[in-house]
């Protein structure tokens, strides 16, 4: 161990460790955003919104259940599909109407979402700030690399991410709403035509990537804060990673949180003064050389 | 063509209404316009300072107003931005004629609208903003501090920390003017009273950054004896959890402004981690006095929660406006700012004063550290409270002037 701890000092072991439990979060929220702009073509400004409502439902879901251990597991249930609810009635309410418009006029609508969604939620919840419990099985942190000190609920989270990437991977690939609506994201037309029902497969679709945004944001509640606002901050981080991976590139999606993730705690421990600078200039760096992004675009 | 006369007819009609009702109407009453931000995460402490101004104006509207005339008061969401803040605050002198501006919990907001205040010959009172600038480098005859200053936190902190025996310091906070505001001026005060004091590091993130983890290994890894946090907004709550989540609470000690509020502690209930030093301006526990208790009592009664330091704030504005106009006998701005300066009121928090030199009210300053406490079972609270009274860390009136902009 000691010989290893040689080449990757326990310090920048534990940095990456911590950057990928925050690459996580950010793979699932941007994923069901990324899935949503290949197949839909919306760019969802109020992903970021569903995010924020995924973690107050868990607020209230996790009161609801007596604040404990199984209030968050409740609400790691609950909450994605109360988004995924929520979504399914904008869908069918609004967005069908709207796929053949302009992208100009789907950023403006969904930012009117974003908006109304944001005072849906100050009138439901009220604007002081509220906080999930960490479940007692993750209290507290374990002593690794050469002692420091890690999170039980970051290795949680560590746990959490591949399970979602390989869903992610079944649901795309194996399944036949997936192969549809990879099909639908190159040429929706020729889908329509060979009788395949492409509203309801761009619902679902919808639906599932909205689900992914209330499932990023019941994973970060106990972390965090849950406030009103917690939606602008990460919407800007979610839209960077995909245009970073290449639009509509759900593994585009991956590579730019793992590169967003990983330059931010990284760029803490080389220069901790301005360590917020290095996700943001790993954007530009990449959007220099590739343009269009690192993985193949859909759009 | 008759239908083209009758529509103008009934245009003018119509705008003449909106036109002249203002203004006979504003002959009747006091008017005070409040600019604040009412949606997004800083409503949290808005809504109190509105709050607690309402339950002061329907108080004194029920004894009979001030000099006979009903107080009214209308409020406009200027949602965090400055350009809105300040269109909103002329909307409400040009349009609304008020007679008096008030908040905003958004500094820059503070500057504009102060700036124009200073213009209009508006009294002004900021009920939210943290900026020294307000009434230190940029204060003028017509803007009036109600609430405590960065520059006021960091020194009472740094004069509260500079006695206890750290001497590896670090800083680490949201980069933004406030974050740095308190983060200079606490070390600052540190160093004058801790000659060995020194800063090994300091840390800054984003404003809104969710996930302070990565930022706190690095921290530990360096050993600092003291951290200076300098985080707002749900930042302060974001630090407190992963210092918790990262065992940093257990094994650093550190400091935040307002860590101790009720704000900041509530949320988490009892999993706030214990032993945080902060400072705050108000709690409704303490001090356990009569004034301070029927205070909570009827802030209690009226909207269902226990007070914060924006409810005090709201309600001593109302006090001081009522207070200004009868002690200058005319309902005339110039001789009511002038029965502003240096008037000493009473308030929950014992007697408090207006400083002539700079319109800064002069709030005593808590110092404490979070603690469980089984009379209130739901959330921690301070312990171990220390007063710091004005004069032992407000900047002196000679300082003040030197600082100043406008002389």
């Known amino acids: 161990m000691d010989f290893f701890y040689a080449i990757i000092p326990p310090k920048v072991l534990s940095q990456i460790f911590v950057g990928l439990s925050r690459t996580t979060i950010l793979f699932i929220v941007s994923s069901g955003l990324s899935l949503i702009l290949g197949v839909l073509r919306i760019p969802n400004v109020a992903h970021g919104s569903l995010y924020m409502i995924g973690a107050f439902m868990a607020y209230s879901l996790s009161v609801l259940f007596g604040g404990g251990d199984l209030g968050f597991w409740m609400a790691l249930i609950g909450a994605p ?195 917020i600078i290095f996700p943001y200039a790993a954007v530009i760096v990449v959007l220099l050389f590739r343009p269009t992004g690192l993985l193949k675009s859909t759009w | 063509m008759r239908k083209v006369m009758l529509f103008s007819f009934v245009f003018a009609a119509i705008f003449s209404l909106f036109l002249f009702t203002p203004s006979s109407y504003a002959q009747k009453t006091i008017k005070v316009g409040i600019v604040d931000t009412y ?8 809504i109190d300072v509105r709050d607690g101004f309402e339950m002061a104006i329907k108080k004194i509207n029920a004894k009979g107003g001030i000099l006979g005339r009903k107080v009214e008061f209308t409020t406009r969401d200027e949602k965090f931005k400055p350009d809105i803040g300040l269109a909103m605050a002329k909307e409400l002198v040009l349009k609304e004629k008020v007679d008096i501006l008030m908040g905003t ?85 540190i160093q004058k009273v801790n000659s060995k004091a020194v800063l090994i590091g300091q840390t800054w993130w984003k404003v809104g950054e969710a996930d302070f983890t990565p930022y706190i290994t690095q921290i530990l890894a360096a050993k600092p004896d003291f951290i200076i946090v300098a985080t707002g907004g749900s930042g302060m709550v974001n630090f407190q959890k992963a210092a918790k989540a990262t065992g940093l609470s257990q094994k650093i000690p550190f400091y ?30 303490y001090p356990d006095t009569p004034a301070n208790k029927a205070f909570v009592d009827e802030f209690k009664k009226a909207y269902n929660r226990e007070p914060r330091i924006g409810a005090l704030s709201g309600y001593m504005t109302a006090q001081y406006i009522a207070k200004a106009y009868e002690k200058a006998g005319a309902i005339d701005k110039e001789k009511m700012v002038t029965a502003l300066e240096g008037m000493v009121l009473d308030s929950p928090v014992g007697k408090l004063e207006i400083r002539a030199c700079d319109h800064q009210l002069v709030l005593p300053m808590y110092f404490g550290k979070t603690k469980k406490d089984p009379k209130f079972p739901d959330f921690l609270v301070a312990g171990d ?3 710091i009274t004005g004069k032992d860390y407000m900047p002196t009136c000679d300082e003040v002037r030197k600082m100043r902009k406008y002389k």
Request: hydrophobic share 50%; glycine share 10%.
């Open chain 1, 81 to 275: 599909l109360g988004v995924a609810i929520i979504s399914l009635v904008a869908e069918r309410g609004v967005f069908r109407y709207l796929y053949e418009r302009e992208h100009l006029m789907l950023l403006l609508l969904t930012f009117a979402f974003s908006l109304v969604f944001g005072d849906l939620v100050k009138i439901v919840w009220g604007t002081e700030y509220k906080s999930v419990p960490v479940p007692q099985m993750f209290h507290g942190f374990v002593y690794l690399f050469g002692g420091l000190p890690f999170p039980l609920y970051n290795l949680f989270l560590l746990i959490v991410g591949p399970i979602v990437a390989v869903a992610l991977w079944l649901f795309v690939n194996k399944t036949k709403i997936g192969k549809i609506g990879r099909a639908a994201a190159v040429d929706r037309e020729m889908v329509g035509a060979v009788g395949i029902n492409v509203s309801w497969v761009f619902a679902i679709v919808f639906v599932i990537g909205c689900l992914l945004a209330g499932l990023g944001g019941v994973l970060v509640a106990p972390t965090v804060s849950v406030t009103l606002g917690m939606d602008h901050t990460l919407i800007m981080e979610a839209f960077l990673i995909v245009i970073m991976g290449g639009l509509g590139n759900i593994w585009g999606a991956l590579l730019g949180a793992l590169i967003f993730g990983l330059s931010q705690s990284l760029g803490i421990l080389i220069w901790s003064q301005f360590g």
């Open chain 2, 39 to 46: 949606t997004g995460p800083a409503s949290a402490f808005t």
């Open chain 2, 105 to 189: 919990i958004n500094s820059a907001t503070a500057l504009a609208v102060s700036d124009f205040a200073k213009k209009e010959k508006i009294p002004f009172f900021v009920t939210f903003s943290k900026s020294e600038k307000i009434v230190v480098d940029q204060g003028h005859r017509y803007v009036f501090n109600m609430n405590e200053n960065a520059m006021m936190a960091g020194r009472a902190a740094g004069y509260a920390l500079g006695k206890k025996p750290y001497t590896k310091y670090w800083i680490a906070g949201d980069d933004y003017e406030y974050g740095h505001s308190i983060a200079n001026n606490v070390w600052e005060n």
């Open chain 2, 256 to 285: 935040q402004h307002t860590a101790i509020e009720l704000s900041v502690l509530k949320p988490q209930g009892q999993n706030a981690p214990e032993g945080v030093f902060g400072t705050a301006n108000y709690f409704f526990y």
């Open chain 2, 385 to 387: 409270i220390e007063t």
